[in-house]
C-alpha cells in the first residue's frame, strides 16, 4: 500500500507540474528596478522567498546566503522578493533594502523590487506559486514562505516561515532539484 501511495503521489506531483504556469516566464524587477524574468535562471533551480527586514525571521538571511553559497554551483540560485505585507515589516525603500542585506547579512544572492504577495494587488509571481495550478497552493501566510521551482519553472515544493535554509527537508529538496 505504501508503495501505491509513493507512485500516486509522484503521478500527481508530474500532473500538476505539467499543467502549472511557466514561473520563468512571469514579468518580475530586479532590486534595481529593471525589467526581467527568473528566465534569466533557466537550468538552475530558484528557491524564491518573500523576505522581510524587520521579522524575526529575517535572522534567516544568514542561512539563504548559506544556501545559495553551498549550492549555487550545483545550480541553486536563492530569489529574495521583500515584501511589506505583514506587520509591515519591509518598509524600507529598494536602496535601503539592499544596503541592510549587504551590510548585516553579506547576501550576494538576487534581490527583486518590492512586491505583494497576497490579495487583489498580489504580484502575478505570487500568484502562479500559490494558486491550485501550482500544486501547492494557498496564501503565503507570513515573511520567508519558501518556494522551491524546478530547472524546468515548475514548483516542486513550498516551505512556510518556520522552516530553517539548513533544515533537513529543505536542503532533501534542493537536492532533488538539482539532479
Known sequence: MRTFASLLAIFLMHTASAAAPDLLAIPVKDIDGKDVTLGAFKAKAILVVNVAS???YTRQYAGLQALHKA?????LVVAGFPCNDFGGQEPGTETEIRKFCSARFNVTFPLFAKVTVQGAAAHP???????KEAGHPGRVTWNFNKFLVTREGKLL???ESDVEPDSPEMKAAIEQALK
Open 54 to 56: 524587520e521579522c524575526g
Open 71 to 75: 549550492y549555487q554551483d550545483k545550480g
Open 125 to 131: 509571481l505570487f500568484v502562479a506559486l500559490t494558486g
Open 157 to 159: 515544493a513550498r516551505f
